[in-house]
């Protein structure tokens, strides 16, 4: 649609008549073919008629939907205006990573949920997630430099465990704020879940590559390499290395199986395999890139959430003939958000919800050949309002020489089981005080998914703001233990 | 970069060993543990159990068999060159006490991992006797120091070239035969360690082997290495990589190294044709 008048000079009024600027995507059927991103991106006119959607609300419930408060309404007119380098500025005093952001938060639970416009009836809320994106890209395309003054060196030093989306907020916070912060990696390169977890065609790796070199331009050391736990643990790093405080971000990466029979057989990945050798190690490019993935015609995805979404995608561009996400519930109960579920459908996934595997199946060679499932049906819903599947009896065989299986994760306990006075949650999560991030071992802060077991980027990213505020008082001498 | 320090070819060039300066890890490691290496930018992720540590040089030594494309390149690596990355030490260290008497075995590439197991077993006061395994003595490596870790070693080729004409698990049968022994140590490729398993199986001696899976991370994020023992799932990099003998699903394990064997040859293949 286009307008006769410029964003910038419509009345409140013509405002309200703009209709939702829908984002421009490649099409499902060239884009199942390739690694590239599925969103091109706001051209600047989208981004002004989206952003003048926003009717500036006195006491904007978006920026209370945010986990990190980003001004909302404050960067929408903004742009609306063509004051692009003061939008950034704005969304970088809230957020390091809103070009990762904008593109994985589920904002249809946070700000956008609560967007006054998207109330209303047959309307939808103002596209805040998409113009994050649009505004971020703007910015690493023009090579546009956060100007923000960092303080004067504080001289206290602070290492943090994981450079995944917690580990990046606290780092880059506390550079801020003029400590001297050193990120510790496991993996070769920094990034964590950004990095291994979420595929290229969601998120260009190049912008993660991006933001970790904006973090290093804060002064932030990154060492990789390091396994916290096992290279070097806890106590060393405060006794012997003299950090001040640590902050430890490590993510749950432990992957959950089915514990089911013939899970062992080749041809059956957890989803963590699966997406670690395509994205890190970039099997999708083999043999240019010497880690090798099995490619899968036929291919069983066990599980519908964000990472079962991912994987099917990923196999559909691996060259899979079929790709199915196999469910025990249903497609409303699913955890993924709508937009992942409607991507992986549009490029040509398809679903059967209300199965659950029961075997794995292999032929003589031990690969495997297909899974035995059992239907199930929705019983009364509990206590809490959800309805529990429940067993028909009635078995189908599914055909697939491919099975991920994208049933969650748990907190890997290497960290935590070499680390002492550290006290866990009966799930192996690490006890951190809701609104400071403290745990119970002094000097140690946890934050992100090793807290609050499988969550989001933007959750992770909002802890890491409350603890790199903590430690900042603590070490100012303006908190206690 | 992690630099090679010494790089020596033994078993006609077919077997490599590098010193690589990675001090952090040398200052950690313990015998039993591996390290994870990345050649260059493109390379995969290799485990690869550490042969020796040497703490005061701040280095430690891999022993590795070139069989495919990684080992190729990580063998075109010379002195004062490095490998991209080397994570580490990881799994769990070698549970090491005074059992009393133990038998380490040991078969090509294996026996570079079980020196310093075997060190560590006579160190603490165990009556140790060793033996290696080879195709023929051309072979056979590591004899003089397992020697100085062993109160005795024994030697068995497969074409008699050098010590007993036969396999390993004859000799070690004449072994239990004739004394108590109280623990095995079999550290080789998975057919010697399950032979070696169902032998000591019989005569009821607690027998380790060290399990060396595929495996991406190597902190039990990818469960791609995951074994069966006694019928439960185990991640070989953080629940290993030693695990009882007689609890392993061999078959399973032979299984699952084989999982890349169409896309291995493959890599290799298009690695020769750049080469031509």
Not at chain 1, 321 to 330: A, D, E, L, S
Request: glycine share 10%; hydrophobic share 40%.
């Amino acid at each position: 649609m286009t307008f006769e008048i410029e964003a910038k000079e419509m009345t409140k009024k013509e405002r309200r008549q703009i209709p939702k600027q829908q984002m421009p995507e490649q099409d499902a059927h060239i884009r199942n073919k390739d690694f590239s991103e599925v969103t091109l991106g706001y051209s600047l006119r989208d981004a002004q008629y989206e952003a003048a959607r926003c009717i500036q609300c006195k006491d904007p419930a978006c920026v209370k939907g945010c986990p990190v408060g980003i001004d909302i309404p404050g960067f929408l007119e903004m742009i609306v205006n063509e004051d692009r380098a003061g939008a950034i500025h704005r969304v970088w005093e809230s957020t390091a990573l809103p070009a990762v952001c904008g593109r994985v938060c589920p904002q249809e639970i946070q700000c956008e949920e609560v967007c006054v416009v998207g109330l209303k009836k047959g309307k939808e809320p103002v596209g805040i997630g998409n113009l994050e994106m649009y505004i971020a890209d703007w910015a690493r395309k023009n090579e546009v430099v956060n100007d923000i003054k960092i303080a004067p060196s504080t001289g206290k030093k602070i290492a943090v465990v994981g450079s995944g989306p917690a580990g990046i907020t606290v780092a880059g916070d506390l550079a801020i704020k003029g400590h001297e912060v050193t990120i510790y990696e496991a993996f070769h390169k920094a990034g964590g879940v950004l990095l291994y977890g979420i595929p290229e065609f969601r998120l260009a790796k190049d912008i993660v590559d991006y933001e970790i070199e904006q973090l290093k331009a804060l002064g932030v050391k990154i060492v990789c390499n390091t396994v916290v736990g096992r290279t070097v643990d806890v106590d060393e790093l405060i006794e012997e290395y003299g950090y001040n405080a640590v902050f430890i971000g490590v993510g749950a990466g432990l992957p959950n199986f089915l514990n089911i029979k013939g899970e062992d057989l080749n041809g059956v990945f957890s989803a963590n395999e699966y997406l670690t050798r395509a994205n890190l190690m970039k099997a999708f490019d083999f043999p240019n890139y010497d880690t090798p993935i099995i490619p899968g015609k036929n291919v069983a995805i066990l599980g519908a959430g964000n990472v079962a979404m991912d994987s099917a995608r990923t196999a559909v561009r691996l060259g899979a003939k079929k790709v199915t996400i196999v469910y025990r519930r249903t497609r409303e109960q699913s955890p993924s958000r709508d937009i992942e579920i409607h991507h992986a459908d549009e490029e040509g996934v398809e679903f059967k919800f209300l199965t659950s595997p029961l075997e794995f199946i292999g032929d003589a060679s031990g690969k495997l050949v297909g899974i035995n499932c059992e239907k199930m049906v929705l019983g009364e819903p509990d206590e809490g309002g959800r309805s529990r599947p429940i067993a028909t009896g009635e078995h189908e065989y599914i055909d697939c020489d491919l099975a991920i299986i994208a049933i969650g994760t748990s907190a890997n306990p290497l960290l935590t089981k070499t680390t002492k006075n550290l006290e866990l949650n009966q799930w192996g999560n690490i006890e951190a005080d809701k609104k400071t991030g403290k745990t119970t071992k002094k000097g140690v802060w946890a934050g992100g998914d090793i807290t609050l077991g499988q969550a989001t980027v933007i959750l992770a990213m909002g802890m890491g703001r409350d603890s790199a505020n903590s430690i900042d008082a603590y070490l100012k001498g303006e908190e206690e233990w | 970069m992690y630099k090679i320090v010494k790089r020596e070819e033994l078993a006609h060039g077919t077997i490599i060993l590098n010193e690589i300066e990675a001090p952090q890890i040398a200052k950690k490691a313990k015998p039993g543990q591996f390290v994870i290496l990345v050649v260059n930018e493109t390379g995969e992720r290799i485990p690869l159990t550490m042969a020796e540590v040497d703490k005061e040089r701040g280095t430690i030594t891999i022993i590795y068999m070139i069989v495919g494309k990684s080992t190729k390149l990580f063998s075109t690596l010379q002195v004062g060159d490095g490998y991209k990355d080397v994570v580490g030490p990881l799994g769990e260290p070698t549970h090491i006490e005074n059992f009393g008497t133990v038998v380490c075995v040991g078969g090509g590439t294996g026996t570079a991992v079980l020196h310093p197991i075997t060190r560590g077993m006579h160190e603490a006061g165990n009556k140790v006797i060793s033996i290696i395994g080879s195709r023929t003595k051309d072979y056979l490596i590591m004899e003089e120091q397992m020697a100085k870790v062993s109160d005795e070693v024994r030697i068995c080729t497969d074409d008699g070239s050098k010590g007993r004409h036969g396999f390993v698990t004859e000799e070690l049968e004449e072994i239990l035969k004739a004394q108590k022994v109280d623990l095995v140590v079999a550290i080789g490729p998975v057919p010697m360690m399950k032979f070696v398993s169902l032998l000591t199986k019989k005569y009821d001696t607690p027998t380790m082997v060290s399990l060396n899976p595929i495996m991406i991370d190597g902190t039990g994020m990818c469960g791609g290495c995951r074994v069966t023992i006694g019928g439960k799932t185990k991640f070989a990099c953080v629940d290993g990589p030693e695990f009882d003998g007689h609890q392993v699903d061999y078959d399973g394990l032979m299984r699952r190294l084989q999982a890349y064997t169409v896309e291995e040859q493959h890599s290799e293949d298009c690695m020769f044709e750049k080469e031509a």
